[in-house]
């Protein structure tokens, strides 16, 4: 079954450094996707990132990057150039091929601070 | 581009009440997902919508959560009757079905005493 883990219930950075959030997936099925949801108090769910399984290069968006090593099924967030505005939890989630449904991990909280 | 809309953005009611949550998803997308929330937890999902069809309702609780999307474009969850482990945010969320990407509403949170 797929399954989606985030070791890190929570994180601490300092403002201008560099953080990497963690992920490990499961899944047997070849092809999937992988995504990152930055959630803020407010509650709605951010779309940051996305990588493929058959993506030949990491993904990158702005300060976003993941780095992807499918051997270790993991997909890490970093956030380059932290901002106080990043404080927030955030999500990785899989879905596969013939599915449209995400499987969410349990998330990780980010605190920046100055 | 018109984000996803849901309202209410807070509920209160007491167990064994009803409820009924909208969702307006981004225009033109065909695909509606509702998605719950509970506190200290990732998302998980309720229901998936093509157009106005059903994919997977497969983790809805059918005794007392229904959906449904009439015409194609708005979505409402209703859940008869509420109880205490309802209690979590109401996310609904909306792709195109030519993209992966899914994009959420603000959430309803729905707090049952």
């Known amino acids: 079954a797929q399954k989606i883990t985030q070791t890190q219930p929570g994180m601490f950075v300092q403002e201008k450094e560099a953080v990497t959030l963690d992920c490990t997936y499961d899944t047997s099925d070849p092809s999937y996707g992988l995504f990152w949801y930055k959630q803020p108090s407010s509650g709605e769910m951010i779309f940051l990132i996305y990588q493929g399984s058959y993506d030949q290069q990491n993904a990158t968006e702005g300060r976003y990057s993941l780095n992807f090593q499918k051997a270790r099924k993991s997909a890490n967030l970093v956030i380059s150039a932290s901002q106080l505005g990043d404080s927030a939890m955030y999500f990785c989630a899989m879905r596969e091929r013939n599915t449209d449904k995400l499987i969410f991990g349990t998330g990780t909280r980010l605190q920046v601070f100055p | 581009e018109a984000g996803v809309a849901q309202s209410p953005r807070y509920k209160i009611i007491e167990k064994r009440q009803s409820v009924a949550f909208w969702c307006n998803p981004i225009s033109g997308h065909a695909t509606l997902y509702w998605y719950q929330q509970i506190l200290g937890q990732g998302p998980k999902l309720l229901i998936q919508f093509q157009n106005n069809g059903v994919v997977d309702d497969s983790q809805l609780p059918k005794d007392r959560f229904s959906a449904e999307r009439l015409k194609g474009v708005d979505s409402t969850l209703k859940i008869q009757p509420a109880k205490l482990e309802d209690s979590a945010v109401y996310l609904c969320?909306?792709?195109?079905?030519?993209?992966?990407?899914?994009?959420f509403g603000p959430g309803t949170r729905l707090l049952v005493l």
């Open positions: 969320a909306s792709s195109d079905s030519e993209k992966e990407t899914q994009y």
